[in-house]
């Protein structure tokens, strides 16, 4: 690994630096690029120290604009922030597509967490190249480190997968009591980047120098790196950051010497800078810089820039990248901004407070936003999986999304209410409820279900599997139509060329719903839904749940294997009669409930490769399906009797 190598020379400069570090408890200390050693953890790169006035404070963090977080809504969700408030500091609405580059500012709460400050956000890993320093220095842009993140979080640095959800503790402060003395009332995090100088920076929020260096404990003549937060003190709230067009480079750049100079009196300074170019995940160090400078204090000393390495081409407007998400393809962006950002006050009156009244079921409350029933969701941290999922999808078997709103680390999904709740209360009630599923909602119900995943498996770009298939993540709306919901742990399927599937040592779900590959080796493929669903069409048409008896007491019974005891060996029919739910009342087609049944048992087949695919099961279901439309009741007697031939096959 070249970035391994990397990190080893570094901790040999590093070890140089911190012979020279004369901390002091003025301030915050700036982090000297200590948080690209990941192996080394000094109490620098785990935070800004709690020395402030207060234990926490209104505070501020820049971040650049890159798909895909280049919208307030986005970006609010990456860093926890609150996205109306961005949208309103650096005036875009909530969707609009930011400009790559941008810098944004992002207000957040900002508090003492034992020694240091921070500012919690989560983030639930998207990719297998994904590593603590890569979330913390690339996807975070620096606000965070790769230590205080380990530091954090339970996972070692070799278990991260897919799907965990990980805090990301974001750097911040609270201004000392010094700071506030001189008027400074909010300290802004700004992220440094290449060519940026003190006087640059100062510039950019009307701040003096001098302050900028107190606040860091840095002399005129530090330097400083890019992908590293350096304190900003302010007196009144930062306004939207106005760059001029054409920024001159900061007066008489400095000649940077690429073999060492002497100096009379100079005291010597290694600097290095690692530069990785582009979005691969390949670390290129283009260069070790040396430089020695004056360690003497002159009258006027010159700010010393980040060194003008070649920097990486501003990375343009993708639009036909299809691996980065991008917002600004026409068909993405209406559904994008066809969300809706709510305030956080307006979800606690349409909830009545998160009144027990409005409580549905769990954290699921029902809410009313202009006189619209809507169901909202509390989830804790980052939900963008289901948030990204969600927007892009518009099928009428699929819960809608219409809208959220983050709001202290907790997100507030906005869903269409089903005003049936879902298909497990419909058939496991415990409370004796007069009304029951008939016949055909139920095959319309099935139908519906394979309509909505045969949509995920192959009409969106890219696939999803579902995942959590089960039959109280499918609701029912009025005319008791089925709507598949909880998208929490669905997957893209996008590494085809892999063999179409993937593999995780992170296995989560439902008993008696997962799949044995999926259970027994993390395979993911879309045939683990083929299999939930075989266990739903069995709980629609037996009524029983997906698993029955006790699990411990080894008396447990999965409905998955009991249908094959069912439809093997003789004596289908009068065993199917029994399976089948009795509160239908033997108001069912046998032969129909027996291609049903059928269909159910080869989804559920233990061997993945006989499992049938989504588009054949949602074919077959749409035969049965518009054959029970021509049932009719009355007519079971005759038909029932005439079928014992096809079940001696
Ligand atoms: C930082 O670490 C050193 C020892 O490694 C310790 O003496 C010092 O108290 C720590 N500072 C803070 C603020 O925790
Ligand atoms: C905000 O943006 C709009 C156009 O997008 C512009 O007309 C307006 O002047 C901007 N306001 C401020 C305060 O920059
Ligand atoms: C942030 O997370 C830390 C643990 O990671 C926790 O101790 C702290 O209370 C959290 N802060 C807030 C404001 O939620
Ligand atoms: C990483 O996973 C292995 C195997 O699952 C486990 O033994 C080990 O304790 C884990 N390490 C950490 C730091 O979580
Ligand atoms: C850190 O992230 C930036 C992008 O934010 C990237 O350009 C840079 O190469 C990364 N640094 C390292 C050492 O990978
Ligand atoms: C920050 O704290 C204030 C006051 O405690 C609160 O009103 C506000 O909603 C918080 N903001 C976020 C984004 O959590």
Redesign the pocket.
Known sequence: MKRSRFYYICSLFLLVLMLKQNPSNAQQAYVNNKQLDCNADVNITDGFECNGVQSSCQSYLTFRSNPPYNSAASIGLLLG??PSLISEINNYTNFQTIPTNTQIIIP??CSCSGKYYQHNSTYKLQDATETYFIVSNNTYQGLTTCQAMINQNPYGVKNLSVGLDLKVPLRCACPTGDQIASGFNYLLSYMITWGDDYSAIAKLFGADVQSILDANELKADSIIFPFTPLLVPLKNKPGKIQVSQSTPPPESPPQLPTTPTEHKSSTKKWVFVGVGIGAGVLLLLSAFLIWFFCGSRKAKPQPIPVPPIKRPPPQSHSYSDEKSWSVSTEGVRYAIESLTVYK?DDIEKATGFFGEANKIKGSVYRGSFKGDDAAVKVMRGDVSNEINLLKRINHSNIIRLSGFCV??GNTYLVYEYAENGSVTDWLHSKYETSSTLTWKQRVQIAYDVADALNYLHNYTNPPYVHKNLKTSNILLDGNLRGKVSNFGLARTLENEDEGGFQLTRHVVGTHGYMAPEYIENGVITPKLDVFAFGVVMLELLSGKEATAGDRDGGGEELLSASIRVVLEGGNVREKLRSFIDPSLRHEYPLDLAFSMAQLAKNCVAHNINSRPAIPEVFMTLSKIFSSSLDWDPSDELQRSSSLTQTYAR
Do not use: T
């Open positions: 922030a609150e957040v709460n956080f709001h202290e």
